[in-house]
């Protein structure tokens, strides 16, 4: 069964620092890989797709990787804001028609 | 933008009560979900729905669990008899083709079992 875990649990930072967040799978034949953002109360939102296929996407200050031999994913923020202050969640698909999320990584953005 | 929506957003029952928890997937997707998370623990799958049945299911997906496309719109999540370990925000997902692209998800029904 795929393991997915996510590194560090929380972060904290100043406004307008880069950071990297991290995700780890055990199974490497995934379909793709999901970045979502919780916010207390509320859903998920699907912010990346990755697809085994592909290294990388982008969308604004946001990118992630994903290096399927390693089984590593990373959502690098640029230029951080407060706004962007919640819980990122990776999960991958592995063929099976569900994800499997990791357990979240609580970032904090200080003005 | 169109959105997925779940009612109610919260819901308490007694134990060994039935619950059906309610969504409105968006209207022209074709595959929907239903994920759970226990407070301070990952998001599960439960099951997925695709064609008016059930794709897959998790091994959480027991007979005390059901869902249900009623009409066009709505897709229901039925617990038979509830237990204090079913207490979980339940979200409900759609998407267009399935785990190939992205997910939306519903804003979550936090159901508490007393």
Known sequence: KQEVTQIPAALSVPEGENLVLNCSFTDSAIYNLQWFRQDPGK?????????????????????????????RSTLYIAASQPGDSATYLCASTGGANNLFFGTGTRLTVIP | EPEVTQTPSHQVTQMGQEVILRCVPISNHLYFYWYRQILGQKVEFLVSFYNNEISEKSEIFDDQFSVERPDGSNFTLKIRSTKLEDSAMYFCASSPSGTNEKLFFGSGTQLSVL
Do not use: V
């Open chain 1, 43 to 71: 859903g998920l939102t699907s912010l990346l797709l990755i697809q085994s296929s592909q290294r990388e996407q982008t969308s604004g200050r946001l990118n992630a990787s994903l290096d399927k031999s390693s089984g």
